[in-house]
């Protein structure tokens, strides 16, 4: 069976994207002659119109519509063969899909994106946020190639890699009579104010762990279903709620006038990694993109 070429398909979409045919063959950097020749060949080869042709203008057919689309995620399949084989050459090159929790993105990313821009120009990061376990499902199905987690948690067969580690910050309205001191425990918070992320969000699970208190034991007040949802709600005096480490110092923190105490129980609290498929080709560049965070955010200290 013959198939369509891959210059063929360049030259019907760049036709009915552009509906002109000069336009066309110079966005493929090729005479129009030999742009008409490869259409008038596509269509050949399938037997059917897939463009009808005036003197002013072109119209694609419904089915030249119809196989644009196919068409275009052909051609972005090939692209993704030539960025997968170019990143085998040079570390950190190419696209690479990452997926990050809610809880972690907002306050890691903007302390680590700029340097790892820096250091890897040809890095092209497409960026997910999502919960664990709907990332996980991502990456195993391929949807993803890795994700930032906060561990522990199970990830079944997945690899991962740590580059960090951090405590809870306990947070609390600006009047409120625990808001000064040093480190605070836990049973020492009152439980009828506590607020606390829904159930799915590991920080919340981390956060129970850290204060030795099991699922079925905690009575929030409130169950929010975003850390920024929380944080409005201590600011308004409603509660306190548990912060990770690295958001204390974060803009959203500094603006929202409440004060911070460290959890007392040991820690670290939380970990935070890379996570991705055992199979995944790029591991070299995954344990080098949890080297640079590391050495990124220990810069920022």
């Known amino acids: 069976m013959n198939l369509p ?17 000069g336009k066309a063959a110079e966005r493929c950097f090729v005479t129009q002659s030999t742009l008409s020749a490869g ?27 119809e196989l644009l689309g196919k068409s275009q995620q052909l051609l972005g399949l090939a692209a993704e063969m030539v960025e997968m084989a170019r990143s085998d050459d040079q570390p950190l090159s190419g ?47 391929g949807e993803l190639d890795v994700a930032i987690l906060a561990l522990p948690y199970d990830i079944g067969n997945l690899e991962s890699k740590v580059f960090w580690e951090e405590d809870f910050w306990v947070a609390l309205p600006e ?17 009828d104010e506590l607020l606390l992320l829904e159930e799915g969000h590991c920080l919340r ?5 850290a204060c030795h208190m099991q699922k079925s034991q905690s009575t929030a007040s409130f169950q929010g279903t975003s850390l920024y949802m929380l944080i409005q709600m201590v600011a308004g005096g409603q509660g306190v709620t548990f912060i990770p480490e690295m958001a204390v110092d ?19 609290h939380r970990q935070i990694g890379l996570v991705w498929r ?18 990124l955010l220990r810069h920022k200290q």
């Open 5 to 21: 070429t891959i210059r063929q398909l360049q030259y019907l979409v760049a036709v009915i994207e552009l509906r002109h045919f």
């Open 205 to 209: 699970d981390h956060a129970l762990s």
């Open 175 to 191: 009047h409120h009579k625990l808001g000064s001191g040093g480190s605070i425990a836990s049973k020492e918070l009152p439980v």
């Open 95 to 141: 696209r690479l899909r990452l997926g990050v929790i809610p809880t972690i993105g907002p306050f890691l990313l903007p302390q680590v994106l700029p340097g790892i821009r820096d250091r890897f120009p040809a890095l092209k990061l497409l960026l997910l946020e999502d919960q664990t376990a709907r990332l996980l499902e991502r990456l195993v199905t």
């Open 39 to 65: 259409i008038q060949e596509l269509e050949t080869l399938l037997g059917a119109k897939l463009l009808e042709r005036t003197k002013r203008k072109v119209i694609p057919t419904p089915l030249g519509l």
């Open 278 to 295: 055992p199979g995944f080709h790029r591991k070299n560049d995954l344990h080098l993109l949890a080297e640079c965070m590391e050495k």
């Open 250 to 268: 974060s803009t959203l923190m500094k603006l929202s006038n409440i004060l911070f105490r460290p959890l007392a129980e040991h820690g670290p």
